[in-house]
């Protein structure tokens, strides 16, 4: 199974969560960008519709997958 971490860091003059290299909006407080992180990691395990996916893979090429609406990831948040 994958496992998601959203790391709560500083930047851009506050506070955000970073996942996979991509950050979050700024947050004021380290607080409230766990909180947000800890809603967002939430989410992300919430089971879902399964449904047909196109993606564009790392070469290039178009991809047609179905996407089980129950196959969620393990979520962590890490300060």
Request: charge should be negative; avoid cysteine; hydrophobic fraction near 35%.
């Amino acid at each position: 199974m994958t496992e998601i971490v959203y790391h709560v860091v500083e930047h851009d003059g506050g506070w955000a969560y970073k996942v996979d290299g991509s950050f979050s909006e700024t947050f004021p407080t380290h607080e409230a960008a766990h909180r947000a992180a800890a809603r967002a990691a939430a989410e992300q395990r919430q089971p879902g519709e399964t449904t047909g996916i196109v993606y564009e893979d790392a070469a290039g090429r178009w991809r047609e997958e179905l996407a089980s609406g129950e196959d969620r990831p393990e979520t962590s948040v890490d300060d």
